[in-house]
């Protein structure tokens, strides 16, 4: 089936730019430069595939005119990867029943605290999202399409990117575990954390990343989750020609 990749941000937890910051591409006038929270939104036979509701959703499904949504994956419970889930509000009053949300059980957790009113059959004010939390356990089939959970380190947490046909999406990760590679052989697409040069004790930096695509080898790598470290003219002009940094608004085509 033919698929549509669409990179809604492309930035790290703080977004690029970063408040108060007043380095160079903090005031960069290129706009590859403006990087909102990291997701992608996945598009096939009709049906619109999110991941991850970052705190810019609201601003990210505006600029690309999403008006429907029919399910929501999550990676992590961190807060750029979860706190836009309110704005989902306007695209599930319209709809039948409630939009599902796939997390694994310790996400569900942390994003059932986080949202108490949305979780808890007794909110008295009306007006909340419609949405279900439903389980994450392994490869979900969702419209046809079969997205894979591909387990990750980010730092000392266990987090999931997910693969889907010949793409694969990943975020937020510090190493790939050896177990995780022979799901991501064959690609068209992955994307990659890749953070900024200096080392983090969470996030892939570019060299790495590097060193992962040497390995797996796709036809094509995007980067992201980029901090302001990296302006995106110079920072591509020296990456081999299959890697490019992401940004946001970036459309891919693929088979999923
Ligand atoms: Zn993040
Ligand atoms: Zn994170």
Do not use: W
């Amino acid at each position: 089936m033919k698929a549509i990749l669409t990179v809604l941000g492309s930035g790290t937890s703080m977004g690029v730019p970063t408040i108060g910051c007043d380095c160079a591409v903090c005031h960069s006038s290129d706009p590859h430069d403006r990087r909102t929270r990291p997701s992608v939104l996945v598009q096939y036979e009709g049906k619109n595939v999110l991941i991850d509701t970052t705190p810019d959703f609201r601003e990210q499904a505006i600029r690309e005119q999403i008006s429907r949504l029919d399910a929501v994956l999550y990676t992590h419970g961190h807060a750029d990867h979860i706190r836009g889930l309110d704005d989902l509000r306007p695209l599930t009053f319209h709809r039948n029943g409630r939009i599902p949300l796939y997390a694994r059980v310790d996400v569900a957790d942390t994003m059932k605290q986080m949202f108490r009113y949305i979780f808890e059959d007794n909110y008295k004010y009306g007006g909340i999202a419609k949405v279900e939390m439903k389980t994450l356990e392994g490869p979900l089939e969702l419209f046809g399409a079969s997205f894979e959970p591909i387990p990750i380190m980010h730092g000392d947490a266990e987090i999931v990117g997910y693969r889907f046909g010949s793409a694969a999406y990943l975020t937020d990760f510090s190493e790939i575990p050896a177990s995780s590679l022979p799901k991501l052989h064959n690609l068209d697409i992955l994307f990659l954390d890749a953070l900024r040069h200096k080392p983090h004790p969470t996030h892939s930096t570019v060299n790495n990343s590097l060193k992962i695509v040497e390995q797996l080898n796709p036809k094509r790598t995007f980067f992201t989750h980029i901090c302001h470290d990296l302006p995106h003219e110079e920072t591509n002009a020296a990456l081999p020609s299959n890697v490019r940094l992401s940004y946001d608004g970036l459309k891919l085509n693929f088979e999923i």
